[in-house]
């Protein structure tokens, strides 16, 4: 039985229309760069005929020749009724795509045809096989996306099968079964794959949404029962709750099963590539994301980390640098001390468990947890805790003063502005900003006044910031801890501050991350030199 697997990447496509998803044409062209970097075969990347955007990427992808291992994707819907295929200009806009390959998405289930697009059941055949003739005549390769094609077949089997059948006969040089309302169980979806890949002579896709929570699961069983071709989004973001996260399907088929998705080396771009689509799509990685999360493989409890300590993979199901991530060992009360000298030694390999260091760095951490600090979510933050106590710490700037004033009524959307004075090598700087609120005018005049000495510091961005009140108590004068994520395009990092005063709590969050951005850079530059 073959073992290779054909990725079909919608993120361009039907992870458009997850709601708070807006691609530009910029966007797409540095999203298709990256995944046909990570080597997935296709990549479906609009609907030509739906929006002159789509046609746009699609003549500036090809002028722009930078595919080398994908195949471009255009997506669009069989003719409408009442006119051939090469009259509807929708169809016609496919070919303009100049793609080599296209999907065409016909109804399967009976009730679409005869309640949604109010069509006769013969005569939605002849849409299917009239469409997929036209585009092979025109030399495409045409993968057919039969939709609805569990609940029709569950509704009329017969029906649904001649619907494939009649897109095989047209040519259709793949089939794709798609669960488009993503209810059905991975159990129906092996029976139901399994029949059709027996009963037809050509590629079996699969292509499930997430409604049920099964996409993932639906997506394996459609494979171990004989399909070959795959489709979903990278990070598995779409319509309503989404589709097949691909960043799960793959290592899973590809680690456990054997089959092969892509290029062996290139599996472990994989948790690169998804904070990659994350940060070009505006939102952030789903922390917990299986395989590529910040926590895939992040262990707290102590009979956990002593555990992967001794043996990993008592707790881990797969080697984390497999997929490009990493093994996180939080920081907590529960972590017990052997977890705290862990990530001691990855400083000071030098340190034992019953060093004065280890000690010293204990007390501390417990110290700063009393007052309210949380590190298992900030481990930026408690690399630098632990610097400071080994003395390997030197502060990159001094602050002399700053100013915030907040104003009213807003000017422009600036709530407030912010001016700071700092002091970098004897040299003093003052700047002063417009901001979104307190925090983001300090934010702002912060790095505009480091900027002059750090440049790398204009990469920087906050990308997510958080507080919370610790004693809701005490009402306005509650202590309140900040949670402040940074990224500079290629990492991110997470600092905390806790104090009474929230400007003073964030002052806190935003020096740790700027301090530990410059420090792991000159670590970097120290590697190179190596």
């Known amino acids: ?79 409408r009724r009442g006119i051939s295929a090469n009259e ?135 494979v171990e029962a004989g399909a070959r071709h795959v489709q979903g989004t990278f990070i598995g973001f779409g319509e309503r709750t989404g589709n097949t996260a691909l960043t799960s399907v793959i290592p899973n088929l590809q680690l456990k099963l ?56 008592s707790f881990e199901h797969i080697d984390p640098k497999a997929v490009g991530n990493e093994r996180h060992i939080l920081t907590s009360e529960v972590a017990g001390r052997g977890a705290i000298l862990s990530k001691i030694q990855k400083i000071y390999p030098q340190a034992k468990k019953d060093s004065p260091e280890t000690a010293r760095i204990t007390a501390r951490l417990k110290e700063l947890e009393h007052e309210g600090y949380q590190f298992e979510a900030a481990e930026s933050a408690f690399e630098l805790v632990v610097r400071k106590q080994l003395g390997k710490y030197k502060p990159f700037f001094e602050l002399v003063n700053f100013k915030i004033i907040g104003e009213q009524p807003y000017s422009d959307g600036k709530s407030a502005s912010a001016v700071i004075k700092v002091i970098v090598d004897g040299k003093e700087e003052i700047t002063a900003s417009e901001g979104e609120g307190p925090v983001n005018a300090l934010d702002k005049a912060l790095r505009k006044a480091l900027e002059v000495f750090y440049p790398q510091l204009a990469e920087v961005t906050l990308i ?26 290629k990492s991110s990092w997470t600092t905390v501050g806790v104090s009474n005063d929230i400007i003073e709590a964030s002052w806190i969050a935003l020096v740790d991350s700027i301090e530990y951005k410059l420090i792991r850079d000159i670590e970097d530059k120290f590697k190179t030199y190596l």
């Open 88 to 222: 509807d200009k929708n169809v016609r806009s496919l070919l303009s795509a100049e793609t080599e390959a296209v999907s065409i998405f016909g109804k399967s289930w009976d009730f679409h045809v005869t309640k949604i697009i109010k069509a006769e059941l013969d005569e939605n055949l002849e849409m299917i096989a009239d469409t997929i003739s036209f585009l092979k005549k025109n030399g495409r390769t045409v993968i057919f996306d039969a939709e609805h094609f569990f609940d029709g077949y569950k509704a009329n089997a017969d029906y649904a099968v001649k619907t494939l059948k009649a897109a095989t006969e047209a040519g259709a040089d793949c089939l794709c079964l798609c669960d488009t309302n993503g209810g059905s169980f991975p159990t129906k979806i092996f029976e139901i794959t399994k029949k059709v890949q027996e009963l037809l002579p050509v590629q079996i896709g699969i292509h499930c949404h997430n409604d049920g929570a099964m996409a993932v699961a639906g997506t394996i069983s459609a």
């Open 464 to 489: 997510d910031y958080k507080v919370r009140v610790l004693d809701g108590n005490a009402a306005t004068a509650a202590k309140v801890r900040v949670l402040i994520e940074s990224s500079d395009g």
């Open 1 to 79: 039985m073959e073992k290779k697997i054909y990725i079909l990447d919608s993120t361009l496509r039907d992870g458009a229309q997850a709601a708070g998803i807006s691609f530009s044409i910029e966007d797409k062209l540095k999203i298709a760069k990256i995944l046909d970097d990570f080597g997935v075969p296709f990549i479906e990347a609009g609907n030509p005929g739906s929006n002159p955007k789509d046609m746009e990427f699609f003549e500036r992808a090809k002028a722009s020749g930078f595919l080398k291992n994908s195949k471009l994707v255009a997506f669009g819907s069989t003719r």
């Open 258 to 313: 054997g089959y092969q998705c892509v290029e062996p080396e290139k599996l472990r771009n994989l948790s690169a590539t998804a904070r990659f689509v994350a940060e070009i799509s505006n939102i952030s990685l789903y922390e917990r994301q299986p395989f590529v999360g910040r926590f895939a493989f992040a262990h707290k409890g102590g009979m956990h980390i002593d555990g992967v300590t001794k043996a990993v993979s």
